[in-house]
């Protein structure tokens, strides 16, 4: 499954696609829940609306998975499953972009709400704290002032009261020196008067301490509280900032929903186009397919073997060595069963060759090198039983018991007895223009070894020649109308005269053109 929630398109068999999209659905099911319902939110409000949306999402998914089950029932070809597939895919993702971008902007809003409401009441809390606590910090500091005047005030007094005691001291031992009762009397009044002065003094400057200390605990009281109030202010800027920073989260993800809204509805475009070239596709294919099937019948009635013939092959033209010509002004004129037939009751007929029409044809003796011709088609006959006959010697050549090979003594093809079985090869074609001559009674292929001498290879059937064995292969060749067979290290098949060896020599030319008689051979159909 892709990022778009997609699938490949499934394999033969029509219910697992509808397993397939069950299972599909169900995940983006999941998936979009998991998404809208872990977006944290203290708004009883908001988290209503995530519901109500998880509900219509799934009510949705619901929809377009019966729609796409019923559609798959209903599609005529696995191409169109495919199609259906791939669209309800798109349409899911589709979905689930829009939901999850639904969600994350209601889950924003509320934050964002939240965090306003409570910033506001912060703020608003904060006003008040910095108008008691300014209001308190001009208490306190009134009260330090006044403290501060007392304690003057309180050491004035007991400046003063410092020296009424020192007259009375003065007073009192001027009287024990005079001893005089009037000033002995007027010195106890002034010690009394010292000692309230003092007590006054003691008390002041109790009174004053405890003012100054309860101004100075107020003081540092609202600087404590001044400090905490600069604390929770940098702490609102800082929510303040996280405010903001969330509102553009929230445009940010707004934005990418809404090219996910974008790329889904170019998904589904696309998608549309496909199965409208998927459709195409399959008619084309039904269309191919119908004239594939005409064709095949075309090939297989214009290329059903004859009896007879062994293969037949389009597009070369093999020229010279005709043994035959037919046309529509001949007698029998040229079709295909005159053709063949003519081919089969001639002993030097190894192929015919037609044009396409099949009105001409002609005999071939020898397969030599083809050339691209588009307007040939050639049957190949089946050559189980023939004569490797030298005409000039009138001998076929003889596979001997012994594995040599020797040419018979003289006598012509049509005096060949029945059981004379040592002369008779199997013509076998091994492409490439490449022929092997398979002795059926030996069980074995005729050969020409490094030495230039014929004869035969091991045992092994005719169908059954090794790639690796060079020694038996041979090209069958022309020059001049004379048909020469050339065997390894280009040696030619040689006869040296009647009931003698037969061996490999290089190519002889009479008068420089033609092929010398102990070279030339026919191959002629045995009876």
């Known amino acids: 499954m892709n990022s778009y929630g997609t699938t490949p398109p ?33 708004a009883t409000a908001s988290q209503k609306e995530l519901e109500a949306l998880k509900a219509r999402s799934d009510a ?11 559609d798959i029932k209903n599609a005529a070809s696995e191409l169109e499953k495919a199609s259906i597939l791939e669209k309800a895919n798109i349409d899911a993702a589709k979905l689930k972009f829009e939901t999850q971008a639904k969600a994350q902007q209601e889950a924003l809003a509320a934050k964002e709400a939240a965090g306003a409401a409570s910033i506001q009441a912060q703020q608003e809390a904060l006003k008040r704290a910095q108008a008691k606590i300014d209001s308190d910090m001009a208490a306190a500091t ?24 020192r007259q009375a001291d003065e007073a009192m031992q001027n009287a024990q020196n005079t001893n005089d009762a009037n000033l002995r009397a007027i010195a106890q009044e002034k010690s009394r008067i ?42 609102n800027a800082q929510l303040q900032t996280q405010a903001s920073q969330s509102a553009q989260a929230a445009q940010t993800a707004q934005a990418q929903a809404a090219q996910a809204t974008q790329s889904a509805q170019a998904a589904q475009a696309q998608a549309a186009q496909n199965a409208q070239a998927a459709q195409a596709a399959q008619a084309q294919a039904a269309q191919n397919a119908q004239a594939a099937q005409a064709a095949q019948a075309a090939l297989t009635a214009a290329t ?4 007879g013939y062994a293969e037949v092959v389009s597009g070369f033209d093999f020229p010279g060595n005709d043994v035959f010509h037919l046309h529509g002004g001949t007698n029998p004129v040229a079709n295909q069963t005159n053709c063949l037939q003519q081919c089969r009751t001639n002993a030097e007929c190894d192929m015919v060759a037609f044009n396409n029409t ?12 083809g050339v691209a011709n588009s307007d040939r088609i050639n049957y190949y006959r ?22 040599s090979a020797w040419t018979k003594e003289q006598i012509t093809v049509q005096n060949i007895p029945l059981g004379w079985t040592w002369e008779r090869f199997r013509v076998v074609r091994l492409g ?30 005719w169908n059954a020649l090794p790639n690796n064995w060079s020694w038996e292969r041979f090209k069958i060749k022309t020059k001049d109308g004379r048909t020469y067979i050339e065997g390894i290290n280009n040696l030619v098949i040689t006869a040296n005269g009647a009931s003698n060896r037969v061996y490999g020599t290089p190519l002889m030319l009479t008068n420089g053109t033609t092929v010398s008689d102990r070279q030339w051979i026919k191959i002629i159909d045995a009876p």
């Open 10 to 42: 499934p394999k033969p068999g029509g219910s697992s696609t509808l397993y397939i999209i069950v299972f599909f659905l169900c995940v983006i099911s999941a998936m979009a829940g998991y998404f809208y319902f872990k977006q944290t939110t203290t």
């Open 60 to 70: 949705q998914l619901k929809e377009l998975q019966t729609k796409t089950e019923q």
């Open 142 to 165: 009134q009260a330090v002032r006044e403290a501060t005047a007392l304690k003057s005030a309180a050491t004035q007094v007991k400046a003063d009261a410092d020296i009424k005691q």
């Open 194 to 235: 010292a000692a309230e002065a003092a007590a006054k003094v003691a008390d002041a400057d109790r009174r004053a301490n405890e003012a100054l200390n309860a101004a100075r605990a107020e003081a540092q009281r609202v600087i404590d509280l001044n400090n905490r109030l600069q604390a929770v202010t940098a702490n």
């Open 304 to 307: 059903t073997l004859p009896d």
């Open 358 to 369: 099949k009105q001409l044809c002609w005999g071939k003796s020898v397969i030599t090198s």
């Open 382 to 403: 089946n050559r189980p039983s023939v004569f490797l006959y030298f005409p000039s010697h009138v001998c076929p050549i003889m596979l001997h018991a012994d594995r």
């Open 432 to 461: 490439n223009g490449e022929f092997a001559f398979h002795s059926a009674i030996h069980n074995r292929f005729l050969r020409m070894n490094p030495n230039g001498y014929l004869e035969s290879s091991d045992q092994i059937n």
